[in-house]
């Protein structure tokens, strides 16, 4: 029942799907055909329209009019109307599908140059009118006026004085219609469909018809055009597709719906024939197909069943397809890499809780270390130890800054308090002068990495100064530019040439153990200015013997939004 419901729906949607297919298919292929036609004729009026510009009064051909018309001397008459013939031929040579290009005078009924060309009887503005603009119109699809040509042309025709007289001028150009009808009239096989071409005017006039179906002069009231300026759907016992031009005129495509059904119906009829072909393999197919994987699935299945309780040991199956042997071989393979898996999960697990343990552990000792110097600071006081007192005071802030526990979020603020703090302790050891230089501002409040100052003033007092000497701290900001200014600079012995380069590439060089944490601090600072501001700091080492040093830092400044 399933596999005869799955083909019947099959059928259904594959005929829909098809039909529809096909329906697109032709009107696809004659709005293709109509657009490149409508197109072709927009360019040829628009070249047109060019050539008559020149031809105006105020062109340049029209000019040449002009001097012809103003001419007594019989031979300045003769010499200008051949350079007008000249400069006609030559404004219609760069384009192939111009036919005729003249002026015409409607009191005579004749052209004024090359009037053995045109046919007799002929009549310019019998052609049907399509648009009309300042005293031009644009003529649709006629017959040439011309006896070197017997196709269709399009024509425009515009009408200007020249000293008082009223001319006309002309121009026609070739449309080849037939191709575009018999390149879309073979829409299926070789069964001709027959195509009728209509031109509209503005008003959706009938102005041509191609083989008289309808009659010229009639309305035929088109709506509905969608944003490409295009209709398609049936009328009148026809399926129309309709392109309207850039200009304003209409071109329209018509087959007659007996023609456009047959068509359809053709291919609904190979549609069923393969379809029911379709069925007798589906349904011999689909009877091999379940004798040959009914098995492996049943197996495959309890597999999956038995994993999904947690047994994950391998089971081999020898089935004779080569297909399942390998599905069944890699989920036995994928079962043992869970297994594997899941006992590294465990490890990790235990890995993870022993590191727990440890960091409870660190965390517990720093605490008990500040307990201790609280008791420690509270004895001092009892007993009147004001010098002990302060000294436990700020080395209880220093290690609480340390741990984080002052301040959640570090600031220059923040870190100028607490180097201010370091450098009394050290003064209590060593003799020297520190000179803090700090320009005051809201950028103080910016976030900074924590113990960012304090590494580098330690530097300077154990590395620099020694047992005497001074250090000169500032801190500014330098608008202009972006960013933060921090130096620290010393009086100290210096350094070498050697120990300065080492100095400035921290992470290529191990301490030789001559200084306790030789470069710790440094390689502290430079890491956490390349974590914190992304590449966007500097720092630089300047340094000279038994001159001093000098550590300069550029930060960047954030920008103020309030």
């Not at 119906?265 to 004798?291: A, D, E, G, H, P």
């Not at 600071?377 to 340390?402: E, P, R, V």
Request: net charge negative; with cysteine.
């Amino acid at each position: 029942m399933v596999t005869i419901v799955s083909l019947m729906s099959l059928v259904v949607v594959s005929y829909a799907a098809l039909h529809s297919m096909e329906k697109n298919k032709t009107e696809a292929t004659l709005k293709i055909s109509l657009n490149q036609m409508t197109e072709h004729m927009d360019e040829a009026y628009y070249s047109m329209i060019r050539i008559t510009q020149q031809m105006k009064e105020n062109g340049f051909i029209g000019a040449l009019l002009l001097d012809y018309m103003s001419q007594k001397n019989t031979y300045y008459i003769y010499k200008t109307k051949r350079k007008l013939s000249d400069e006609l031929i030559n404004v219609s040579f760069p384009n192939s599908s111009v036919n005729f290009a003249s002026y015409y005078d409607s009191l005579n009924h004749k052209c004024l140059f090359d009037e053995n060309l045109m046919v007799p009887g002929y009549d310019l503005l019998d052609a049907p009118e399509l648009v009309t603009a300042a005293g031009d119109s644009l003529r649709g699809l006629s017959a040439t006026k011309t006896k070197k040509s017997n196709g269709l042309v399009i024509s425009m025709l515009g009408q200007d004085s020249y000293q008082d007289k009223q001319l006309y001028t002309y121009v026609e150009m070739n449309v080849n219609v037939d191709e575009y009808l018999e390149q879309n009239s073979n829409l299926v096989d070789e069964n001709i469909v027959p195509i009728d071409l209509l031109q509209l005017d503005t008003r959706q006039i009938i102005k041509y018809s191609s083989n008289g179906s309808f009659i010229t002069g009639e309305s035929f009231n088109l709506d509905s055009f969608n944003a490409e300026k295009m209709y398609t759907g049936m009328k009148n016992g026809y399926f129309i597709v309709a392109k309207r031009s850039e200009i304003g005129y209409i071109n329209v495509f018509a087959v007659q719906e007996k023609y456009y059904r047959k068509e359809i119906y053709q291919w609904r009829n190979r549609i069923f024939f393969i379809l029911f072909l379709s069925t007798i393999m589906l349904y011999l197919s689909v009877l091999t197909i379940y004798r040959l994987i009914c098995r492996p699935l049943q197996l495959f299945g309890q597999e999956i069943e038995q994993a999904g309780q947690g047994n994950l040991e391998a089971a081999e199956y020898e089935l004779g397809i080569a297909e399942f042997d390998q599905l069944l071989k890699q989920f036995g393979n994928m079962k043992g890499q869970i297994r594997k898996l899941l006992e590294e999960v465990e490890t990790e697990e235990k890995k993870r809780s022993k590191i727990e343990v440890e960091k409870l552990m660190y965390k517990i000792n720093p605490h008990f270390l500040l307990n201790t110097l609280n008791s420690v600071q509270w004895m001092a006081q009892i007993n009147k130890q004001k010098d002990i007192s302060d000294f436990l005071s700020s080395l209880i802030f220093l290690l609480s800054y340390n741990l984080g526990k002052q301040d959640g979020i570090a600031t220059f603020r923040s870190e100028l308090e607490f180097l201010k703090k370091y450098v009394n302790l050290q003064k209590m050891r060593y003799d020297f002068e520190v000179d803090i230089q700090v320009e005051e501002g809201d950028y103080l409040d910016q976030p900074t990495i924590r113990l960012l100052l304090q590494p580098l003033v330690e530097n300077a007092l154990r590395h620099g100064l020694g047992e005497t000497g001074k250090v000169f701290i500032s801190l500014f900001q330098d608008e202009k530019k972006g960013y933060i200014v921090i130096t620290i600079k010393d009086n100290g012995k210096g350094l070498t040439l050697e120990q300065l380069e080492k100095l400035n590439r921290p992470f290529q060089y191990k301490s030789d153990g001559s200084v306790e944490n030789d470069g710790v601090g440094l390689r502290y600072v430079r890491s956490m200015l390349e974590s914190f501001y992304g590449g966007r700091a500097f720092l630089t080492i300047n340094s000279e013997l038994e001159k001093g040093t000098k550590v300069t830092l550029l930060l960047p400044l954030e920008e103020n939004n309030d």
